[in-house]
């Protein structure tokens, strides 16, 4: 009953639901390369991005996906300094 979608379903919601399951399966491989290059604690804010784009995907959830977008702009943010610091 809580992960029922908030929204009534139409088309257009299952089409953009394949895009962003796409955009769940490349967060997981950036994951795994932030892991293997930079460290383990790197990937915290990461998988919390993961588990809010798996909620919002299960509940057709537009804040959670608003969420999952700041939390990635953040992460940009930081890969983007980290790269400043090596050049």
């Not at 809580?2 to 919601?13: G, Q, T, V, Y």
């Not at 383990?40 to 784009?53: E, P, Q, S």
């Not at 990635?72 to 400043?84: C, R, Y």
């Amino acid at each position: 009953m809580c992960c029922d979608p908030i929204i009534p379903l139409n088309d257009k919601a299952k089409c953009w639901r394949i895009t962003l399951i796409v955009i769940l399966v490349l967060q997981i491989i950036v994951i795994g390369i932030k892991m293997y290059f930079i460290g383990y604690l790197t990937a915290v804010i990461d998988v919390a991005a993961v588990i809010i784009l798996w909620i919002a995907l299960a509940r057709y959830d537009y804040f959670l996906i608003m969420v999952y977008i700041v939390l990635t702009l953040i992460e940009l943010f930081s890969i983007s300094v980290i790269t400043g610091y090596y050049l």
